[in-house]
């Protein structure tokens, strides 16, 4: 009966499942990434996607994470595209292997080295590039929005929350 903060992607359907019961009984805040700079970041690209991509401005993502990541495109990665299509009222994709169309959001995933985690959105129009980036340096900035996240939790009714309740407090 205690309230729990869950990071991780890639969960089944039964598994988010669960995670939904548990949250009818608790309170359960799960995010694809716990960094406060990431959790801002993705806000930030939905302010400027509203008024960018309305404005003809193709949207990039270029993810960076050390050689031994499994997955492609991070989930952080995939979050950031949902933010900005989510900004946009859904109307836009990402992931397709043809020529790209005006609604979709491009994502490129590279890995080497010991890059531990670096995320760039780019607002690319006519004559002018707008881009915002986050650098994690180390995994500490994840322990420490883990941390935040609980503490917004102590006291919170059962439900789903998630990194923006935690931002926007």
Do not use: W
Not at 102 to 108: C, L, P, V, Y
Not at 134 to 155: C, D, I, P, R
Request: net charge negative; aromatic share 4%; proline share 2%.
């Amino acid at each position: 009966n205690m309230p729990v903060v869950l990071c991780t992607t890639g969960l089944s359907e039964e598994q988010l499942a669960r995670v939904e019961e548990s949250a009818k009984k608790i309170a359960v805040l799960k995010s694809a990434n716990m960094s406060l700079g990431i959790n801002t970041l993705l806000k930030l690209v939905q302010d400027a996607a509203k008024v960018l991509a309305a404005a003809g401005f193709d949207m990039e993502i270029v993810e960076k994470h050390h050689n031994l990541k499994v997955d492609a495109p991070s989930g952080t990665a995939l979050a950031l595209a949902d933010s900005l299509n989510e900004a946009m009222d859904n109307q836009y994709r990402s992931q397709r292997r043809e020529k790209r169309d005006a609604k979709e959001i491009g994502i490129s995933a590279v890995r080497g080295g010991s890059i531990v985690g670096e995320h760039e959105v780019i607002f690319a129009g006519p004559d002018e590039v707008i881009e915002f980036k986050h650098t994690a340096y180390s995994k500490a900035v994840f322990g420490k929005g883990a941390v935040e996240a609980a503490k917004y939790l102590a006291g919170k009714p059962a439900g789903r929350y998630d990194m923006s309740n935690v931002i926007e407090g």
